[in-house]
Nanobody, 127 residues
Framework: QAQLVESGGGSVQSGGSLRLSCAAS????????MGWFRQAPGKEREGVAA???????LYADSVKGRFTVSQDNAKNTLYLQMNSLKPEDTAMYYC?????????????????????WGQGTQVTVSS
């Protein structure tokens, strides 16, 4: 069973930057889609970015141009670089994995498509 552990959250002012990390351990696969999700209080969990084992990346319109998803396969670590942060980016951020499949624009934003989740890391952006 794979485990995902996020880190790097915190509090920043509007316009600031943070880099989130997601370390994977345990049973992983060489073909995968890894996603970053966020959930604000009272709102549904939404996917904001994804990357697969082929290096293909996908982004939600709300973060395109500001967030960058990347991976270090040697370290089994996924990253989310978040720049130009806005108060509306405030949320709990989660990483998730879907094994034996490449990312698809048709489902990467939906939580039901992913089977393995981390515990989350809080991001708070103040105005």
């Amino acid at each position: 069973q794979a485990q995902l552990v996020e880190s790097g959250g915190g509090s920043v002012q509007s316009g600031g930057s943070l880099r989130l990390s997601c370390a994977a351990s345990g049973s992983t696969y060489s073909i995968y889609c890894m996603g970053w999700f966020r959930q604000a209080p009272g709102k549904e969990r939404e996917g904001v970015a994804a990357i697969d084992s082929d290096g293909k990346t996908l982004y939600a319109d709300s973060v395109k141009g500001r967030f960058t998803v990347s991976q270090d396969n040697a370290k089994n670590t996924l990253y989310l670089q978040m720049n130009s942060l806005k108060p509306e980016d405030t949320a709990m951020y989660y990483c998730a994995a879907r094994w034996l499949d490449y990312c698809s624009a048709s489902w990467y934003r939906f939580a039901w498509a992913f089977g393995v989740w981390g515990q989350g890391t809080q991001v708070t952006v103040s105005s």
